[in-house]
């Protein structure tokens, strides 16, 4: 299961603060996404970045934040503007030579308090 | 606008039965279709995809078709075996962004013994 890390496996929150997730890829892919999950629910993308210093809003990004200064490297920070942020979150990365097929980090759980 | 739906929620079978999740797209211009397994609280493994240029692909129990015509595809998993019991997702690549997925809202099959 190597390649995409993320970290930490659960955080809890209190009302009101940022948060951040952190997601570590090794497999010298150009592509990362974060994805939110919800009980019983599909993925719903949040943001991407095809490549470094520059991202792109997805399905869901109202109340969360990117950046990509490195290519291993696609943190997301959960703003206090998101106003149920208590899901599964997941991170993905993708080959540009292999267009579609992503593969996903072990998840962070975050809890609000 | 960007749909895949997916039938059906749930799927209950005995073990040496066959399973079948269906899915339909609305972007007539999607050219990759993986399927994802998820077991609980792990992250989302992908298990076989398809490509537009063929209609069928079959990795030992498990084979995807795809109807381009109807846009429509299906997992088919024969022999079913307990450790088969997990969330099955599956996803469309959307044409108009790069490399972005479209989920369905997942199956949780249970294979009972």
């Known amino acids: 299961d190597g390649g995409i890390t993320q970290s930490p496996k659960y955080l809890f929150r209190k009302e009101g603060q940022n948060v951040t997730l952190s997601c570590e890829q090794n497999?010298?892919?150009?592509?990362m996404y974060w994805y939110r999950q919800d009980p019983g629910q599909g993925l719903r993308l949040i943001y991407y970045?095809?490549?470094?210093?520059?991202?792109q809003k997805g399905d869901i990004a109202e109340g969360y934040s990117v950046s990509r200064e490195k290519k291993e490297s696609f943190p997301l920070t959960v703003t206090s503007a998101q106003k149920n942020p208590t899901a599964f979150y997941l991170c993905?990365?993708?080959?540009?030579?292999?267009?579609?097929?992503?593969?996903f980090g072990p998840g962070t759980r975050l809890t609000v308090l | 606008g960007e749909n895949v739906e997916q039938h059906p929620s749930t799927l209950s079978v005995q073990e040496g039965d066959s399973a079948v999740i269906k899915c339909t797209y609305s972007?007539?211009?999607?050219?990759?279709f993986p399927w994802y397994k998820q077991e609980l609280g792990k992250r989302p493994q992908l298990i076989i995809d398809i490509r537009s240029n063929v209609g069928e692909k079959k990795d030992q129990r498990i084979a995807v078709t795809l109807n381009k015509t109807a846009k429509h595809f299906s997992l088919h998993i024969t022999e079913t075996q307990p450790e088969d019991s997990a969330v099955y997702f599956c996803?469309?690549?959307?044409?108009?962004?790069?490399?972005?997925?479209?989920f369905g809202a997942g199956t949780r099959l249970a294979v009972h013994p």
């Open positions: 497999l010298n892919h150009d592509a």
């Open positions: 993905a990365s993708s080959d540009s030579g292999r267009a579609g097929e992503q593969f």
């Open positions: 972007d007539s211009a999607s050219n990759y």
């Open positions: 996803a469309a690549k959307f044409s108009g962004g790069y490399n972005k997925l479209i």
């Open positions: 970045s095809q490549i470094v210093n520059d991202f």
